[in-house]
């Protein structure tokens, strides 16, 4: 069997403490009820603390779950809840386009793929859910970064790597790209991350109308443009599933 962190599993027993229960504890309650030392205690409270885990109430000194937490698990069901709510509307996608389908979110300085549909016909195929692609020369990831301020951020502070000859990496035509992606509502990637392949991705909002996702049709460039230009009737399918995923979430009319 393998081993285990013992201060790692004494943490997840303090959070564990904290969210049932009394709201808040003291030092003396959660050392006595766990069987630990006060020191050893206040000292996988303070590191909690620092991480936002963990909050102490200035007046009586006792701890409660911190912002960080509930943050995460928010984030987890945010995720879980956005691809639930897309996988009718991303298969229609994907059988109405012939090509591939992704949802993906930020996460860290990239797009994390958390959702992939197969292009419709026998060829071979790779589950690609898991993956990331990076920020600044994906058409998922434009469309985060243009309408995600902390998306936005690491894209513009994160090195733009030239993966392509046509991979965009000037930030003042960068941030021209993330403006005219505001403007139209849709992002694209023609040979910018991979050679032979094209993308077109629009975001999916939640119910407060924040940015919380993209979808993307993903494909070879002969299939996915037309003398040079993105076909619009592709563009038109990926924007009405990002409206359609949006409303299921609760976001209205765009």
């Given at each position: 069997m393998a081993r285990t962190i013992q201060s790692l599993e004494r943490a997840a027993a303090v959070l564990r403490l904290l969210a049932g229960g009394e709201r808040r504890l003291g030092l003396s309650d959660i050392a006595s009820t766990l069987g630990l030392a006060k020191g050893t205690a206040h000292g996988l409270l303070r590191t909690l603390q620092q991480e936002g885990f963990v909050e102490q109430d200035?007046?009586?000194?006792?701890?409660?779950?911190?912002?960080?937490?509930?943050?995460?698990?928010?984030?987890?069901?945010?995720?879980?809840?956005?691809?639930?709510?897309?996988?009718?509307?991303?298969?229609?996608?994907?059988?109405?386009?012939?090509?591939?389908?992704?949802?993906?979110?930020?996460?860290?300085?990239?797009?994390?793929?958390?959702?992939?549909?197969?292009?419709?016909?026998?060829?071979?195929?790779?589950?690609?859910?898991?993956?990331?692609?990076?920020?600044?020369?994906?058409?998922?990831?434009?469309?985060?970064?243009?309408?995600?301020?902390v998306a936005h951020s690491e894209a513009m502070d994160s090195e733009r790597e030239a993966l392509t000859a046509r991979t965009i990496t000037d930030p003042e035509s960068f941030e021209e790209v993330l403006e005219l992606t505001r403007s139209r509502g849709w992002a694209a990637d023609v040979e910018e991350t991979w050679e032979g392949v094209a993308s077109i991705a629009a975001p999916v909002h939640d119910r407060r109308r924040m940015p919380v996702g993209a979808v993307a049709v993903t494909g070879a460039v002969e299939r996915v443009c037309a003398d040079g230009e993105i076909q619009p009737r592709l563009v038109a399918a990926v924007r009405d599933c990002a409206r359609a995923v949006s409303r299921d979430l609760g976001a209205g009319r765009f």
């Amino acid at each position: 069997m393998a081993r285990t962190i013992q201060s790692l599993e004494r943490a997840a027993a303090v959070l564990r403490l904290l969210a049932g229960g009394e709201r808040r504890l003291g030092l003396s309650d959660i050392a006595s009820t766990l069987g630990l030392a006060k020191g050893t205690a206040h000292g996988l409270l303070r590191t909690l603390q620092q991480e936002g885990f963990v909050e102490q109430d200035p007046a009586s000194g006792r701890y409660q779950l911190g912002a960080e937490l509930l943050r995460l698990g928010n984030s987890y069901l945010d995720v879980h809840e956005l691809r639930a709510r897309a996988l009718v509307w991303t298969d229609d996608l994907a059988r109405s386009s012939g090509e591939s389908v992704y949802l993906g979110v930020l996460h860290q300085q990239g797009v994390l793929i958390v959702h992939h549909v197969f292009r419709p016909d026998d060829s071979r195929q790779v589950l690609e859910v898991g993956a990331m692609q990076p920020l600044h020369s994906t058409a998922l990831g434009k469309v985060l970064a243009a309408y995600d301020p902390v998306a936005h951020s690491e894209a513009m502070d994160s090195e733009r790597e030239a993966l392509t000859a046509r991979t965009i990496t000037d930030p003042e035509s960068f941030e021209e790209v993330l403006e005219l992606t505001r403007s139209r509502g849709w992002a694209a990637d023609v040979e910018e991350t991979w050679e032979g392949v094209a993308s077109i991705a629009a975001p999916v909002h939640d119910r407060r109308r924040m940015p919380v996702g993209a979808v993307a049709v993903t494909g070879a460039v002969e299939r996915v443009c037309a003398d040079g230009e993105i076909q619009p009737r592709l563009v038109a399918a990926v924007r009405d599933c990002a409206r359609a995923v949006s409303r299921d979430l609760g976001a209205g009319r765009f």
